[in-house]
């Protein structure tokens, strides 16, 4: 599993669009969770964590592996 810090999300849609942009993300078996109370993304799988970074900053947010 990877997790990751995310921030800039303040709502459901936010939480929604991180979600969906990790799931297109090669090598992500499957997006177990994203809080936005902890901002935080786990992801389970083998992705590259530089493409999950890229994922979510193409959505307008901030990620760095934890």
Request: glycine fraction near 10%.
């Amino acid at each position: 599993m990877l997790k990751l810090r995310v921030e800039g999300m303040s709502c459901g849609h936010c939480v929604s669009a991180v979600r969906k942009a990790l799931e297109k993300v090669p090598g992500v078996e499957k997006v177990v969770e994203v809080s936005l109370e902890r901002g935080e993304a786990i992801v389970e799988g083998a992705p590259k964590p530089e493409e999950l970074v890229v994922a979510v900053q193409e959505e307008g947010y901030q990620a760095t592996p934890l």
